[in-house]
Structure formats: structure tokens, C-alpha cells
């Protein structure tokens, strides 16, 4: 079993009025083969998060500690901290024009394993996955996320995790868009990796519809940049009935 262990993270990002500490003081151990969902209202920081964690140039760790078995990750660059096991699904994935999805997830299964998977192998790998994915053969040639539909980008995301099989998957808002069918589909993906790699996921939304299908071992409340509270799956659906309102009004 490994274990991805935060401790006491403080995260900035620059603006144009200057740097501004987003988290302030981070704890969490998630283990392989568990999910901990990161709940929150807007701004509260979970984003963030994600990002810092996957090593966006953007957000500066200014304290703390994060490690994988206790391999720091903190000072890796983002490359490093993915062959390190680490993986960010993210809330808007970007277009990369010229670059067919079929190169581009060999080329990432490349750089992580340091060797280039067998072509026979690899093809049945990917077939099978798109397959899961109820994604269409085609799918392969296209440019990645190039006019892709919103559920489309998602599943790709889910088909890279499924194919790169990291240690621990950072799933940020993959609910966000998508409509019942694709929302299950994504759900069974992240559910299948689960039961195949023992990944671990940190798996961040707004809202319980997601945890129907992918159910959280913890619940973690962000709010203001810190843990505000913690609790089972019960918490997420103490959230939904009464949303965040008691965190809201407390004081920093």
C-alpha cells in the first residue's frame, strides 16, 4: 500500500495585486485503493489544491510537506511528480491541436514507464479501454480535446488514468458538464481503476451526484483554504441537505 501524505500545506498564487495565500495549512493521508472527496463552496480553495499538488508553475508551495512513501514531491517538477505516480484529471482540459489522442497517450505511457509499451499490447490496451469508455474508434485519430464535447474531454481524461495507471489519480470537478449517461460511464471508469490498480483518488466537487456512483471512504470540507471539517460519506450528504452555510458564517 502507498500512501500520498500532505502535511501543513500553504499554497500562493500571484495576481496583479500580488501574491495571495490561497491554502493555509493543508493535512491529509490518502492511501492507495481509497477515495477521499475534497467538498467546498466556490473559492474555498479546492482547485488549488489540485493544481499545487500536480506542480502548476502557477501555485507556489510556500510551507509544508507533500510526499508518495515518503518520496518528496515538492521540489519535482510536474513531469517528475507524474512518474513519481501522481495524475490530475483536470477541470478544462486544454485543446492541443495537431497531436492525435492515439500518439499522445503513448507518448505520455512513454515518458512515465521511461520504455514504450509494446505496439501489439498497447493497441489491445487502448481498444479495450476505449470500448469501456463507450467511446467511439475514431475517437483515436482525433486532435486531443480539438471540438471535443464536454463529455468527450472528460472521458479522455478517465481513458488516460485507466491506461497510465498512476498511484494516485486527482480527479478536479470531472462531474462539471456532463450529463447523467456520461457522468456514469466516467464513474465506472474511475471505479474500474480502482478495482485493477489499487489507485488512490482525491476526487474534488461541489456536489453528492458524483458520490452516487463513486463512493468516498472520507469527506474532507474545504473551506477558506483549510480543512473546516471531516467525517464518512455521511457528511457528503449532510452537505447537500443543508449546503455550507454554518461553514460560511464562521470567522477565519
Not at 499554497?11 to 467546498?40: F, P, Y
Not at 514504450?116 to 469501456?132: D, F, Y
Not at 485493477?196 to 474532507?220: A, C, E, M, Q
Amino acid at each position: 500500500m502507498s500512501t500520498l501524505s500532505i502535511r501543513d500545506l500553504h499554497v500562493s498564487v500571484v495576481t496583479e495585486a500580488g501574491s495571495k495565500e490561497i491554502l493555509r495549512g493543508i493535512d491529509l493521508d490518502i492511501d492507495s485503493n481509497s477515495t477521499h472527496a475534497i467538498m467546498g463552496p466556490n473559492g474555498s480553495g479546492k482547485s488549488t489544491l489540485a493544481y499545487a499538488l500536480a506542480g502548476h508553475p502557477k501555485y507556489e508551495i510556500t510551507q509544508g510537506s507533500v510526499t508518495i512513501d515518503e518520496e518528496n514531491l515538492v521540489d519535482m517538477s510536474a513531469d517528475e511528480r507524474a512518474r513519481a505516480g501522481l495524475f490530475l484529471a483536470m477541470q478544462y482540459p486544454v485543446e492541443v491541436p495537431g497531436v492525435t489522442v492515439t500518439n499522445f497517450l503513448r507518448s505520455a505511457k512513454t515518458a512515465i514507464d521511461g520504455e514504450a509499451p509494446k505496439l501489439r499490447t498497447w493497441t489491445k490496451e487502448l481498444s479495450e479501454a476505449m470500448k469501456q469508455l463507450r467511446v467511439d474508434p475514431e475517437f483515436a485519430s482525433r486532435n486531443v480535446n480539438e471540438g471535443f464535447s464536454g463529455g468527450e474531454k472528460k472521458r479522455h481524461e478517465i481513458l488516460q488514468m485507466e491506461l497510465l495507471k498512476p498511484r494516485f489519480a486527482i480527479l478536479d470537478e470531472t462531474d462539471s458538464g456532463l450529463d447523467v449517461d456520461a457522468l456514469r460511464i466516467v464513474s465506472e471508469g474511475v471505479n474500474r481503476a480502482r478495482e485493477n490498480t489499487d489507485v488512490g483518488v482525491l476526487l474534488i466537487t461541489h456536489y453528492t451526484r458524483i458520490l452516487r456512483y463513486i463512493k468516498p471512504d472520507h469527506v474532507h470540507v474545504l473551506v477558506k483554504g483549510k480543512v473546516a471539517e471531516e467525517g464518512g460519506p455521511e457528511l457528503a450528504q449532510r452537505l447537500e441537505d443543508e449546503g455550507y452555510d454554518r461553514f460560511l458564517t464562521q470567522t477565519a
